[in-house]
């Protein structure tokens, strides 16, 4: 939906260029390629006619302002109803409840619903700062015991053990007693999920809900559904009190209808969102800020997020500090420089969330050759020997060069005329490097913020 939306109301911006005032025929031309493209990206019909009769009534009754042409007026309405339409702002989780607060996770098997409960468990962990307790009651696949204990490590939370042969309310009620006894702040409860929606599935969840109680009753969907999203939200509608839906796989959806359709059908604020397969790849979902991103308007705030995410600030004191003594920038540091990018999703990650004209001339294409000249570069650093690392100059002259680099491009499985590329590459960020020696590095920290006594300032660990 995302490049759909984006290219149609791009066009029809510029063939409103020039127009001096919102009339009746050009709203009936911006609806009707915004229809077009809510359809193709899967909304269900009933949405796009409630979503379209609402932009119609608020674009009529709009004014031309400033240097404003109705293109862009009538853009920001869009916006405005997108983000309206999907929940307004951030609905966060609600944990007032004598601990432990209960979440129950619900949704079809294939959904991501055991990996969303690990990733939320991080969340908590690290955003709330909450001690949290899992447990799965899918006693039909054992698969899916194993796999939450396996995420819930990576997490850092504390998995509690289940068998197939026990009923899902022994375990829901064992793992309630354990989290008491043990002071947790969080329990999650992963359910079983079926490839379909049926009677005895919807039986099983109603009977854990009226059991546990919980405080959250989250509804996992897949954001690629597409239609068959709709028919899930409905019966797990009528069937639990939902209190919030997560949506998975966002990234890799083109169409993003689920988003729209899911939140209309259920009423239950959209709270997360999915957006990498990492167990830190799930983002607090801020309605305002997806319209953006859908409309091409790209999202500097997820990226300024991302980018402090993954900034390693011991890393960047350390290494302000030896440029400050004197000391070279060697191909150690140029490695872990390449290595905070990648922790940062990658250049394709970052781009994906820059406003649509500012992505479109990066280019896929370009995007997809850097990357692999980054995983190139790594690759060739690796297959260098401490000593070559600590010192490139051993690469730069001497007689043993040529023969030193041409062990390293076999290492590496690349050319000579590689290996070459990546230390002129290296031989400019060290020049830089040098010239910001003498408190420049530290002075051009301070500007991206204000760190007490140098480094990279206001950016989380």
Do not use: C
Not at 234 to 251: N, S, Y
Not at 253 to 276: E, H, M, N, W
Not at 303 to 324: H, N, P, R, W, Y
């Amino acid at each position: 939906m995302a490049s759909t939306l984006s290219d149609r109301l791009g066009k029809l911006i510029k063939n409103l260029r020039g127009q001096a005032r919102i009339t009746e025929s050009n709203v009936q031309d911006m609806l009707r390629e915004v229809r077009m493209a809510l359809l193709e990206a899967d909304v269900a019909l009933p949405v796009v006619r409630d979503f379209i009769a609402r932009v119609k009534d608020k674009a009529l009754g709009q004014e031309v302002v400033g240097s404003l042409n109705p293109g862009q007026v009538l853009v920001s309405v869009v916006h405005k109803e997108l983000a309206a339409t999907m929940g307004e702002g951030v609905a966060d989780l609600n944990l007032a409840t004598q601990p432990p607060a209960i979440i129950l996770m619900a949704g079809l098997q294939g959904a991501g619903k055991t990996t969303t409960t690990a990733k939320l468990a991080k969340h908590l962990i690290e955003k709330r700062k909450k001690k949290v307790l899992t447990v799965s009651a899918d006693v039909y696949r054992p698969a899916a015991i194993e796999q939450l204990k396996t995420v819930t490590g990576q997490a850092g939370a504390e998995w509690f053990p289940s068998e197939p042969n026990q009923k899902p309310r022994e375990i829901a009620l064992a793992a309630l007693d354990y989290a008491k006894r043990h002071f947790f702040d969080v329990l999650l409860v992963d359910t079983a999920g079926r490839l379909a929606i049926d009677e005895a599935l919807m039986a099983e969840i109603r009977e854990l809900h009226a059991l546990l109680n919980p405080i959250e009753t989250l509804f996992v969907v897949d954001a690629m559904q597409g239609q068959d999203a709709i028919n899930t939200a409905r019966a797990f509608k009528e069937a639990l009190p939902l209190t919030g839906i997560v949506l998975t796989k966002l990234d890799g959806d083109s169409r993003g209808g689920a988003a729209l359709s899911v939140r209309q059908i259920t009423g239950a604020p959209i709270k997360f969102a999915g957006v990498s397969e990492k167990i830190d790849g799930l983002e607090v979902f801020d309605a305002e800020r997806h319209a953006g991103r859908v409309l091409g308007m790209g999202d500097i705030v997820a990226l300024v997020e991302e980018v402090q995410k993954g900034v390693d600030v011991e890393a960047a004191q350390k290494l302000a500090d030896k440029i400050k003594a004197g000391n070279d920038f060697d191909l150690n540091d140029f490695l872990a420089q390449i290595s905070q990018m990648k922790k940062m999703g990658g250049l394709s990650g970052l781009i994906d969330k820059l406003p649509g004209e500012l992505a479109a001339k990066a280019g896929q294409a370009d995007m997809d050759k850097a990357e692999r000249d980054v995983r190139r570069m790594e690759g060739i650093i690796n297959a260098m020997t401490a000593k070559e690392r600590r010192q490139p100059s051993l690469l730069m002259d001497g007689k043993t060069k040529a023969s030193r680099k041409r062990r390293i491009a076999q290492g590496a499985g690349v050319q000579i005329q590689d290996v070459n590329r990546m230390l002129n590459q290296f031989d400019q960020m060290q020049g830089m490097m040098k010239k910001l020696r003498g408190g420049g590095l530290m002075k051009m920290m301070k500007r991206m913020g204000g760190l007490k006594g140098g480094g990279f300032p206001g950016l989380g660990r």
